[in-house]
């Protein structure tokens, strides 16, 4: 069976998961995606802060589109315990200098 482009490029790249206590951790994942209507591919970046049953979900879809800078952002994403209600300032912040 032929799988498309979406299913063989929609993958993580980068992930990352840190443990802040007994019920509380951190997980940071980078995937790249098709961007179809450019054809091209970008990095979606996503974070969650899982505390016991409470999820804190966020995503920023088609940040940026070379694998470099991807691997800046996500350095400097878990290097600084960033949480998912900073992702999008930090990301904007870092594209803009």
């Not at 802060?49 to 804190?56: A, M, P, T, Y």
């Amino acid at each position: 069976m032929k799988t498309g482009l979406s299913e063989k490029i929609n993958m993580s790249v980068l992930f990352c998961r840190k443990v802040l206590d007994n019920d509380t951790e951190l997980r940071y994942r980078v995937d790249m995606v098709p961007v179809p209507e450019e054809k091209r591919c970008g990095y979606l970046f996503a974070l969650e802060l899982i505390h016991g049953e409470e999820i804190d979900h966020e995503e920023i879809f088609d940040a940026v589109a070379d694998s470099h800078t991807a691997e800046k952002i996500f350095d400097l994403l878990t290097s600084n315990d960033v949480l998912p209600c900073h992702l999008k300032d930090v990301i904007e912040d870092y594209i803009s200098s």
